[in-house]
């Protein structure tokens, strides 16, 4: 089956620090691979996303680049703030069937960034 | 990109009772989904709700404990029957459009059954 597995969290780090969150999927396919963000007390935003192999996603100076050869989706930043405190979550979709598709999320990791 | 409100956005409901959350899109969309997020935990999906007829369930969920209704291509609702403190959790609103390229996500129901 498809999965998604995401480095355990939570994560803490001082502002300004370089973040990575790892992501590593299964999948049976060609799976377009996505990072969704949700901050305290909100829904889930969509962050980044990447559709074939070697594409990189990037957003809010967030990036993740789709690696085939590892399946491999790492979340990176140079510089976190504390507005970056929030839960991420990787995601993969793939066909479901016919005209519809479902998305499989990881767990997610909890990012407190302190000041 | 589609902008999903969803109502109420919390409520504490006694068990026993049935509580119905509405999912409003701002656009004409193709999928609509509801999710389950549990304490601490990922999303789960419950149904994807069918314009004009009965929602496909997932595994583990049936449709007379969550009977859902999409009357239109821009609404939807989710009802959650005979609630017990176990369906404590965020409930999520999702659509996508077009090419299903990308699923957006509404601010959850954030519901708490004593």
């Known amino acids: 089956g498809n999965s998604v597995t995401q480095m355990e969290g939570p994560v803490t780090l001082s502002e300004e620090a370089f973040l990575t969150i790892n992501c590593t999927y299964t999948a049976t396919g060609y799976p377009s691979l996505f990072w969704y963000v949700q901050y305290p007390g909100e829904g889930l935003q969509l962050l980044l996303k990447a559709t074939k192999a070697d594409d990189k996603g990037s957003n809010k100076g967030f990036e993740a680049t789709y690696r085939k050869e590892t399946t491999s989706f790492h979340l990176e930043k140079g510089s976190v703030q504390v507005s970056d405190s929030a839960v991420y979550f990787c995601a993969l979709r793939l066909r479901k069937g016919a005209g519809s598709y479902q998305l499989t999320f990881g767990k997610g990791t909890k990012l407190s960034v302190i000041p | 990109s589609a902008v999903i409100s969803q109502k109420p956005s919390r409520d504490i409901c006694q068990r026993g009772t049935s509580l119905t959350i509405q999912c409003q899109v701002d656009s004409q969309v193709t999928m609509m989904f509801w999710y389950r997020q549990q304490p601490g935990q990922s999303l789960t999906l419950i149904a994807t709700a069918n314009q004009g007829s009965e929602a496909t369930y997932e595994s583990g969920f049936v449709i007379d404990k969550f009977p859902i209704s999409r009357p239109n291509l821009t609404f939807s609702t989710l009802t959650v029957s005979n609630m017990s403190p176990e369906d404590s959790s965020i409930y999520l609103c999702?659509?996508?459009?077009?090419?299903?390229?990308?699923?957006?996500f509404g601010p959850g129901t954030r519901l708490l059954v004593l």
């Open positions: 999702s659509a996508t459009s077009g090419t299903q390229e990308t699923q957006y």
